[in-house]
């Protein structure tokens, strides 16, 4: 899905390229896309493990599984982009209301060669709950109560990733 264009006023508009795609269990889709001017520089094989790992953790997630009804049902869009430094992912509602999509930034260096692959999906993960609040309450005065969550949340997905890796090598 080459083509698509993410309208952002605070970003900048970007054409971007879909790498990856999964429906979900709920009837809707994940979809990665990068920023096609920086799309030479991802790593296909980091976004489809991250992609695959980030929905298996969505789906089971007894916290996120019965929550998980963004704004506007259809496709989740993960956009690749360069985000300002120290910043590895973003949930802009201006974007989501721009384009009327369900929108989460992740800064494409954590898909590059030999990145970790945990690391990305973990950032998936903690966006996607941003996504999630968002949907239910747009106002930004929970922001405190909105960002604890969301690092709850990735942190019991690495968690559940550190288990699964103990018993792959036990």
């Known amino acids: 899905y080459t083509g698509l264009n993410i309208n952002d006023s605070l970003l900048g ?33 980091v976004v489809t493990n991250a992609g695959n790992n980030a929905i298996k953790f969505i789906e089971n997630s007894v ?13 989740v869009y993960v956009i690749l982009r360069d985000l300002e430094e120290d910043v590895l992912g973003l949930t802009a509602p201006n974007a989501i209301e721009e384009n009327q999509k369900n929108i989460i930034y992740v800064d494409y260096e954590l898909f590059k060669k030999n990145s970790d692959v945990d690391r990305a999906a973990g950032i998936i993960v903690h966006e996607f709950q941003h996504l999630i609040n968002y949907s239910y309450d747009n106002i930004e005065h929970q922001t405190m109560l909105n960002e604890g969550i969301s690092s709850y949340i990735e942190g ?3 968690k559940i990733k550190e288990r699964e890796n103990k018993k792959k090598k036990s």
């Open 13 to 45: 508009n970007a054409e971007v390229a879909t790498i990856f795609e999964r429906p979900l269990k709920d009837g809707n889709s994940f979809f990665i896309s990068v920023d096609t001017s920086i799309e030479r520089e991802i790593d296909k094989s």
């Open 63 to 75: 916290i996120l599984k019965d929550l998980a009804k963004p704004k506007t049902p259809g496709i």
């Open 156 to 158: 019991e997905f690495y």
